[in-house]
């Protein structure tokens, strides 16, 4: 799931970036190309923060014909990214329930929906609180470039081993969380709903 990923990528720097007194242009060059693929999906999947390398670049040219003063490399870079294929048993944190199903985060990279549907009278399903850590494995997976995580859908596998608990307060504002758990899920219902589909 997790893998090296290799970027042929075009770097432009403008006359805003060579503003400050130069030490490296590849530390230059890593800090923009930092700025658009870390922490986010690429066509090669979630890149993870810190993990970006600078393997080679071009020397560098000037854009011709537009005087903008920006100077363009092509630089290639290795980065470790996520990329789950179906099957995959991960642990993630529960951070949301709801009527539409269990919300699962992995390194904040990968938030994976357990459908409710197919767990109706499951007494382990049910019992699981926000906070645990459980196992879930991932079936179908999508994502776009620059999303800001990976959209999956999974199944349920038990809580995690040595995760702890959680205990729910008993005096909870039932109709109020019941508002914003279906608020939160509005803007992901229809990915989730067409992945449970082909669940089916």
């Given at each position: ?33 930092s700025a658009s693929l870390d ?162």
């Amino acid at each position: 799931m997790q893998h090296v990923a290799i970027f042929d990528e075009q770097v432009v720097l403008t006359p805003k970036d060579m503003r400050t007194d130069i030490t490296s242009i590849d530390e230059i060059l890593l800090d923009v190309l930092s700025a658009s693929l870390d922490g986010k999906c690429s066509r090669h999947g979630f890149v993870l923060n810190g993990t970006l390398k600078i393997l080679s670049r071009s020397m560098g040219a000037l854009d011709k014909g537009r005087f903008t003063g920006n100077i363009i490399f092509l630089v290639k870079a290795e980065a470790e990214v996520l990329n789950p294929p179906d099957g995959t048993v991960i642990e993630g944190e529960v951070i949301r329930k709801n009527k539409m199903g269990i919300y699962v985060s992995y390194k904040d990279a990968i938030r994976i929906i357990l459908p409710r549907d197919l767990y109706i009278g499951d007494v382990s399903y049910d019992a699981v609180q926000i906070g645990e850590t459980i196992k879930v494995e991932i079936k179908k997976s999508r994502f776009q470039v620059n999303d800001p995580y990976i959209l999956s859908v999974g199944y349920f596998r038990g809580r995690a081993e040595g995760a702890r608990t959680v205990v729910t307060p008993v005096e909870i504002d039932e109709e109020a969380e019941a508002e914003e758990a279906e608020a939160d899920a509005d803007a992901e219902t229809e990915d989730v709903l067409e992945a449970n589909d082909e669940l089916e």
